[in-house]
């Protein structure tokens, strides 16, 4: 089945520095991937999709990059801030289009 | 536009109880998805509805989950008996259209604790 694979260990980056987090799926390459942001105590909330025949996408100070022969994708913040500081997942549909979640990554600007 | 509304945030219950969690999805989205969050297993899906039918509840734990949507503006998710093993984080969301890439909107969850 479907599985997708997020870094559990959190990441800590200095301000201003640019933050890479990487998510990896097995199997079958989906149509698109979706990442969201999660707070604590909060919902998780849409940030970007990228669809397969999409080598990048962008938004301000977030790139999103999609391998599908890799069967990876990596998701950069830019100049980033503490106000970044949060759990970043990773969705992707299965073969069923029912969209499945990574269990994500916590990252940690540091000031 | 409100947002996904999900009541109560926090429910503290004991083991045996029966639990009704609530969602009011966003208007004019046709679909609505329970999902179910911990720390081991991440966000599952448990059930979703098209225009208030459930499509597939193959993510239902048990019997003793059961999920309804009466009209396009309410929903609920209802465990009974609770087990102490119920205890998560459970959140409603909702979508325009499904998949063909359309984002999912989530409420802020309810936190329920079975002791």
């Known amino acids: 089945s479907q599985k997708i694979e997020q870094n559990s260990e959190a990441l800590n980056i200095q301000e201003g520095k640019t933050a890479t987090l990487t998510c990896n799926y097995t199997n079958y390459s989906p149509a698109y991937l979706q990442w969201y942001r999660q707070d604590p105590g909060r919902g998780p909330v849409f940030l970007l999709l990228?669809?397969?025949?999409?080598k990048e996408k962008r938004k301000e100070r977030l790139k999103v990059t999609f391998d599908t022969t890799l069967k990876q994708s990596l998701f950069h913040i830019t100049a980033s801030q503490p106000a970044d500081s949060a759990t970043y997942l990773c969705?992707?549909?299965?073969?069923?289009?029912?969209?499945?979640f990574g269990k994500g990554t916590r990252l940690h600007i540091l000031p | 536009d409100a947002g996904v509304i999900q009541s109560p945030r926090h429910e503290v219950t004991e083991m045996g109880q029966e639990v009704t969690l609530r969602c009011k999805p966003i208007s004019g989205h046709d679909y609505l998805f329970w999902y179910r969050q911990t720390m081991m297993r991440g966000l599952e899906l448990l059930i979703y509805?098209?225009?208030?039918?459930?499509?597939?509840d193959s993510g239902m734990p048990e019997d003793r989950f059961s999920a309804k949507m009466p009209n396009a503006s309410f929903s609920t998710l209802k465990i009974q008996p609770s087990e102490p093993r119920d205890s998560a984080v459970y959140f409603c969301?909702?979508?325009?259209?499904?998949?063909?890439?359309?984002?999912?909107?989530f409420g802020n969850g309810t936190r329920l604790t079975v002791t």
């Open positions: 969301a909702s979508s325009t259209y499904w998949g063909r890439n359309s984002p999912l909107h």
């Open positions: 969705a992707l549909p299965r073969r069923d289009d029912k969209i499945i």
């Open positions: 509805f098209n225009n208030n039918v459930p499509i597939d």
């Open positions: 990228i669809r397969e025949n999409e």
